[in-house]
T-cell receptor, first 114, second 117 residues
């Protein structure tokens, strides 16, 4: 079984400042890793994913994440945030191989202030 | 591409009634659909996985007689909340995975907010 830990439930940040949202996972097998964003009363939108290859993954809206196998982490970063980035961010993991389920973290509320 | 819709987007019903939520993949064939439940300020909890033409697989603790799932075609899955009660009030989100999604990518619908009075 896999598990995902997002230690920060809320992250306040000023506009144009950098931000890092932390994600750690636990699994006994190889995994795929994902970051999703959820705006109020909406479904989830995929920001980026790590499947294999380069450990630095770039996604939409200027976000990137780095897979660190030794630290079992997949932190999300953005060098300069905008007001429109205010949303809930979920880290998720699934086993490699077909048909496997996503396990989500508890989410981090990013609040960008002027 | 890869758009998933849900209908209705919100529903309010009286306790004891049944509510059906539809999940459709609009531009691809979904061999697998997933149903999630999300309480306010909480994460998504997988309720069940459905494969087209077969019975859904429910997660531990989810009552299959309470939450009926039908995946009758490659573009449609339905979740019926039977005899709904106030504790069933939640945000229900579906996702769909296509035949060509070899990397387990799920495409999410916009969600349905159910309020049971």
């Amino acid at each position: 079984a896999q598990s995902v830990t997002q230690l920060d439930s809320q992250v306040p940040v000023f506009e144009e400042a950098p931000v890092e949202l932390r994600c750690n996972y636990s699994s006994s097998v190889s995994v795929y890793l994902f970051w999703y964003v959820q705006y109020p009363n909406q479904g989830l939108q995929l920001l980026l994913k790590y499947l294999s290859g380069s450990t630095l993954v770039k996604g939409i809206n200027g976000f990137e994440a780095e897979f660190n196998k030794s630290q079992t982490s997949f932190h999300l970063r953005k060098p300069s945030v905008h007001i429109s980035d205010t949303a809930e961010y979920f880290c998720a993991v699934s086993c490699t191989g077909g048909g496997n389920k996503l396990t989500f973290g508890t989410g981090t509320q990013l609040k960008v202030e002027l | 591409g890869a758009v998933v819709s849900q209908h209705p987007s919100w529903v309010i019903c009286k306790s004891g009634t049944s509510v059906k939520i539809e999940c459709r993949s609009l531009d691809f064939q979904a061999t697998t659909m997933f149903w999630y439940r999300q309480f306010p300020k909480q994460s998504l909890m997988l309720m069940a996985t459905s494969n087209e033409g077969s019975k859904a697989t429910y997660e531990q603790g989810v009552e299959k007689d309470k939450f009926l799932i039908n995946h009758a075609s490659l573009t449609l899955s339905t979740l019926t909340v039977t005899s709904a009660h106030p504790e069933d009030s939640s945000f229900y989100i579906c996702s769909a995975r296509g035949q060509l999604a070899e990397y387990n990518e799920q495409f999410f619908g916009p969600g349905t907010r159910l309020t049971v009075l």
